[in-house]
Nanobody, 121 residues
Framework: VQLQAFGGGLVQAGGSLRLSCAAS????????VGWFRQVPGKEREFVAV????????YYSDSVKGRFAISRDNAKNTVYLQMNSLKTEDTAVYYC???????????????WGQGTLVTVSS
């Protein structure tokens, strides 16, 4: 499956953004999809994951209560709604797909190209 993440941009602290991850391939609905983020010079960090049906979700402690992951399998798209953004949320955000419902990046073989989110103070 091929993925494309978009929706990043510049937003002030306290604001909101919605990222989208569009996938190609008829089997997209069989995959778990995760969002990860990375700041230059740091390791890639898990953000959220959603199971194939959308009924299971899991978040990192740093975004829990502020971010919401969802999916529309009819549109082959996964979303990450980001609210109450903080300057420390600034990063390149990647979506990834895999057969495992996991928070580990190594469990996701397919990755999108990343979209930059910048949160200003």
């Amino acid at each position: 499956v091929q993925l494309q993440a978009f929706g990043g941009g510049l937003v002030q602290a306290g604001g909101s953004l919605r990222l989208s991850c569009a996938a190609s391939g008829r089997t997209f609905s069989r995959y778990a999809v995760g969002w990860f983020r990375q700041v230059p010079g740091k390791e890639r960090e898990f953000v959220a994951v959603i199971g194939w049906s959308g009924s299971s979700t899991y978040y990192s402690d740093s975004v829990k209560g502020r971010f919401a992951i969802s999916r529309d399998n009819a549109k082959n798209t996964v979303y990450l709604q980001m609210n109450s953004l903080k300057t420390e949320d600034t990063a390149v955000y990647y979506c990834a797909a895999g057969s495992s419902y996991s928070y580990k990046s190594a469990d996701f073989p397919s990755w999108g190209q990343g979209t930059l989110v910048t949160v200003s103070s």
